[in-house]
């Protein structure tokens, strides 16, 4: 309060250094004194005055903008890819309609596609979108081709194919055995199947690189046999030959045992001899031994010793029976009664017990 003689004037502290308020405060006069009030914004007591963060208040802005914080306030701004005001509404941008060229059209380019807040430029399939471009994609580099295949890049697409000594669509390859099936290795080869390839071997008794096996002449080598033999060269081997009727057996020539089943008749007698053999029909039969047929010897006449008997012929003998009619005492067939199986069956006993009495001599 100023007082000038018998009046007193209000002074405005407010004119002077805002009244002592802090710069962000407004400063209020009344008759007497001033008040101090923080700004809308700020927080205080006037003297002290602190900025609002109106942002971190839910929803102060569209949920597709962004806030930021300004002394005493806030500012809302659509986030890229939207338009309006950021504090009530923000709205899509459709970049491929309202924005020419935003795609560059070429080689790999299928069109544009409007995302939420953003767009997206649609490749062909071997391409890919390095942000405006469509730019082929090596599908070499990515392994995409197996391991035993040829890959071949080429825009927007590849080629694999197998390579030699495998089989399959270039992105599985499997392995060829080429043992089994055509190969250029010598027929007398060994043939050894490896990964995607193949190897031809010589066996013992041939010499070549695999694919030309020639056979080694063993006979050519000094004292290979011994001079009591001939050496008979063979494919891949040799062997000495002590001529008919021997086997060569432990640098030894021995003699071979002919008489094996087979070799004569099943009615002859084998002799093996040195070096060879023979064969003998057995008693009763006629031949060459290799081949022997029955002798019938109840064609010859008086074979059996009595009239009263008749002969029958078997294999390698005969036998004497009594005729129907006759019986068997001891040696003789005597009387004519009823001819039985039983006197007949002794009688051919008999004979056989003595035709075996004269092989045995």
């Known amino acids: 309060m100023k007082v000038d003689g018998t009046n007193c004037q209000d002074i405005d502290e407010c004119q002077r250094n805002n009244g002592g308020c802090h710069e962000y405060a407004l400063c209020t006069n009344f008759e007497g004194g001033r008040k101090c009030q923080c700004k809308s914004g700020f927080s205080g007591n006037g003297f002290q005055c602190t900025d609002i963060n109106e942002c971190t208040i839910p929803n102060i802005c569209h949920w597709n903008a962004t806030c930021t914080n300004t002394p005493g306030s806030h500012v809302c ?10 504090k009530y509404l923000c709205l899509d941008i459709d970049e491929c309609t309202e924005t020419p060229n935003v795609c560059l059209s070429g080689v790999g380019y ?16 071997g391409f890919e979108n390095n942000g405006k471009n469509c730019v082929d994609i090596d599908e070499c580099a990515a392994n995409t081709c197996s ?16 390579k030699s000594g495998f089989a399959g669509n270039g992105l599985t390859c499997v392995d060829i055995n080429e043992c089994n099936g055509n190969n250029e290795c010598d027929p007398r080869a060994v043939c050894i199947n490896r990964m995607g390839s193949y190897e031809c071997s010589c066996p013992a008794g041939f010499v070549g690189n695999g694919r030309q096996c020639n056979d080694i002449n063993e006979c050519e080598r000094a004292n290979i046999c011994p001079s009591t033999t001939t050496c008979v060269n063979t494919g891949g081997s040799y062997y000495c030959d002590c001529g008919r009727g021997f086997i060569f057996n432990n640098s030894q020539c021995i003699d071979a045992d002919e008489c094996v089943p087979g070799r004569c008749s099943p009615y ?25 047929e029955d002798v019938d ?12 008997m008749e002969c029958k012929n078997i ?24 001819f039985s199986y039983v006197s007949q069956l002794l009688c051919h006993v008999h004979f056989i017990t003595q035709l075996n009495k004269q092989y045995s001599q």
């Not at 391991?147 to 197998?162: H, L, M, P, Q, V």
């Not at 007698?269 to 031994?289: D, L």
């Not at 010897?297 to 009263?308: D, G, L, M, R, Y």
């Open 77 to 86: 701004t659509c986030n890229p890819g939207y338009k309006g005001i950021g």
């Open 110 to 125: 299928r069109g544009c596609t409007n995302l939420p807040g953003s767009y997206s430029c649609v490749c062909s399939t």
């Open 147 to 162: 391991r035993f295949a040829d890959c071949e890049n080429s825009i927007g697409s590849y080629k694999c194919t197998c």
């Open 268 to 292: 002859a007698t084998c002799t093996n001899s040195p070096g060879s053999f023979s064969c003998q029909c057995m008693e009763g039969y006629r031949g060459n031994g290799f081949t022997c």
């Open 297 to 308: 010897e109840c064609s010859q006449e008086n074979v059996c010793p009595q009239n009263e």
């Open 315 to 338: 294999p390698g003998s005969f036998s004497c029976i009594c005729k129907q009619g006759y019986t068997l005492n001891g040696t003789q067939c005597v009387g004519k009664t009823n």
